[in-house]
């Protein structure tokens, strides 16, 4: 059984994300998390664009110091295009999977790409998507 956990996992994102937006895709699952980009949010202006990704957890996650427990989190994303970087314009932490239940808590910042690092990894398949819409 243990093996079947991660496709578990997907069967669940992909029967959820339908009654959620008919826009979000998955884009990256795991054991105990999946991500998801809501296409409906991509937002191009010249060579720098904008999107909502969505972290989702199978359990909630601990609090830190200046988080309280969340099940997932809303992320606004801020790209590049031209320089193929990113970084967080915003994170919404919320008390349910999906990006749904009350948000727990913010953060944003003022001008996220100043702080923009090459993409790598999943960050590649998120500028692709975003990028080359």
């Known amino acids: 059984m243990k093996n079947n956990i991660p496709f578990v996992w997907l069967v669940f994102a992909l029967s959820a994300a339908p009654v959620l937006a008919q ?3 998955v884009v990256r699952y795991g054991v105990d998390e999946v991500t998801l980009i809501d296409r409906a949010s991509i937002n191009r202006s010249g060579s720098n664009a904008q999107a909502w990704v969505v972290r989702s ?3 909630r996650q601990p609090a830190a110091e200046t988080l309280p427990a969340y099940r997932s ?3 606004r994303m801020a790209f590049d295009c031209r320089q193929q970087r990113l970084s967080v314009a915003e994170r919404a932490f919320h008390a349910s999977a999906f990006g749904r239940g009350s948000v727990v808590a ?3 910042s003022d ?3 100043a702080f923009a690092q090459p993409a790598s990894g999943l960050e590649r398949t998120l500028l692709a998507m975003v990028c080359e819409r």
Do not use: C
């Open 23 to 25: 826009d979000l895709l």
């Open 57 to 59: 957890f199978d359990r």
């Open 73 to 75: 989190v809303r992320i």
């Open 106 to 108: 913010r953060q944003r």
């Open 111 to 113: 001008d996220p790409l």
